[in-house]
Every structure is written in C-alpha cells, then in structure tokens.
C-alpha cells in the first residue's frame, strides 16, 4: 500500500469518527461535538495531504519565493559567502593536487627545494625530449610540472 492510499484511509477512519462524534454530539451529550472538532480538522488534513494538494501547494509557495527572490541558503550576503568560501577550499585542494602531481612527475619528494627541482626537471627532460626519441605528451608533462614547481 502506498502512502497516499494509507493517507486517504486513514482520513477516512478519522472521518467516520467525526461523523460518528457528530452524531453522539446531537443525541447523547454535546461534549462529543467538542471532541467532533480535532478529528475533523484531522481528516481534512490527511486528505489534503492524499490528494497531492498540500504537495502542489508547497511547490508552488517555494517557486513563488524564489521568483520574488527570497533568501535561500546560497542567496543573500551569507549565501555568497558560503560560495566564496567553498570555491576557495576547492581552488586550495584542486592546487595541492596539482601540486603533488607535479612532484609524483619530477619524481620528487614534496619536501623538495628548488634545486632539486631543477635537477630533476633536467633529468627528466633528457629522458623524455621529442628529440632524443621521447614522447612529447610525456616532455609536455614535465615541463608543466617544472613550471608549476619552480618559483616566478
């Protein structure tokens, strides 16, 4: 059984109960018609919610804000912020794997001063240079990987 099969019998249940405090209400005692009241509304609710209306109505709220341009978690001076700050730390670590990258390239630990660098971009360039037989995908490589470790 799905949920709004579920929902709709269960307004129904509370439906009859309200007819049925109704009824008490006007024969037996008032007090029922008192107790009529929040099944009731309880049933109009669980209807509501079976049929899809509360759904639509929901969306509908939420295009209508958002056409109006309400705030939302990523509008508004916080919003912005936030955004700012996410695509910083994803700059910062797209870097660092860059970075570690360009090491794995040159062979080198990443504790590695720029002398070494040097060094290990001239061995590498021996080995991998169009000219000497190497492939230029692989020269191309290092040579990225020189410039992005060695200092401007």
């Not at 590498?124 to 401007?152: I, N, T």
């Given at each position: 059984?799905?949920?709004?099969?579920?929902?709709?019998a269960?307004?129904?249940?509370?439906?009859t109960?309200?007819?049925?405090?109704?009824?008490?209400?006007?024969?037996?005692?008032?007090?029922?018609?008192?107790?009529?009241?929040?099944?009731?509304?309880?049933?109009?609710?669980?209807?509501y919610h079976?049929?899809?209306?509360?759904?639509?109505?929901?969306?509908?709220s939420?295009?209508?804000?958002?056409?109006?341009?309400?705030?939302?978690a990523?509008t508004?001076?916080?919003?912005?912020?936030?955004?700012?700050?996410?695509?910083?730390?994803?700059?910062?670590r797209?870097?660092?794997?860059?970075?570690?990258?360009?090491?794995r390239?040159?062979?080198?630990?990443?504790?590695?001063?720029?002398?070494?660098?040097?060094?290990?971009?001239?061995?590498?360039?021996?080995?991998?240079?169009?000219?000497r037989?190497?492939?230029?995908?692989?020269?191309r490589?290092?040579?990225?990987?020189?410039?992005?470790?060695?200092?401007?």
């Amino acid at each position: 059984m799905n949920g709004r099969r579920l929902l709709g019998a269960l307004a129904g249940v509370f439906a009859t109960l309200t007819a049925l405090f109704v009824l008490l209400g006007l024969t037996v005692t008032p007090v029922a018609l008192a107790l009529a009241v929040p099944f009731g509304a309880t049933a109009y609710f669980l209807w509501y919610h079976a049929s899809g209306r509360l759904a639509d109505r929901v969306a509908a709220s939420v295009g209508d804000r958002r056409a109006r341009g309400a705030r939302d978690a990523t509008t508004g001076p916080r919003g912005e912020r936030r955004k700012r700050e996410r695509r910083a730390t994803r700059e910062r670590r797209e870097a660092e794997a860059a970075d570690a990258e360009a090491y794995r390239v040159l062979g080198l630990d990443p504790a590695a001063d720029d002398a070494a660098v040097e060094d290990a971009y001239r061995e590498k360039v021996k080995e991998v240079h169009p000219d000497r037989g190497g492939d230029e995908r692989a020269f191309r490589e290092v040579r990225e990987a020189y410039e992005r470790l060695s200092d401007p």
